[in-house]
């Protein structure tokens, strides 16, 4: 089954990393961070190389029974040096993982 480019475009701006900043000491972003999907197991998942901070994944999930819709799920916050996962639900499929950093 085929998603437009449109609608895979309209999902790629949902998952654009989000930077999210603490107040307080200055401290390294996690780094060489990279999202992951297993489009067999319908799951997504991160890591990262090494720094400080947190970092979680973003996946959206599409539905291809009417109405057509996109969902977006998050993994956990993880140390630098973890891994972040998050599934589709049994009945929706991965169409994209992302990155969110926390510093």
Known sequence: ??????????????LVPTLLVSSGSAS???????????TDEDIGYTT????NGYHRVQIAC??????VTYDIYY?????ASQVS???CPWYEYIVLAG????Y
């Open 28 to 38: 390294a972003a996690p780094e060489n961070c990279v999202a992951h999907m297993n």
């Open 75 to 79: 993994g956990p916050w993880v140390a």
């Open 85 to 87: 996962t998050a599934d």
């Open 99 to 102: 990155v969110n950093l926390q």
């Open 62 to 67: 599409y539905t291809y029974t009417a109405p």
């Open 1 to 14: 089954m085929k998603i437009s480019f449109l609608r895979l475009i309209a999902v790629a701006v949902l």
């Open 48 to 51: 990262c190389q090494g720094g």
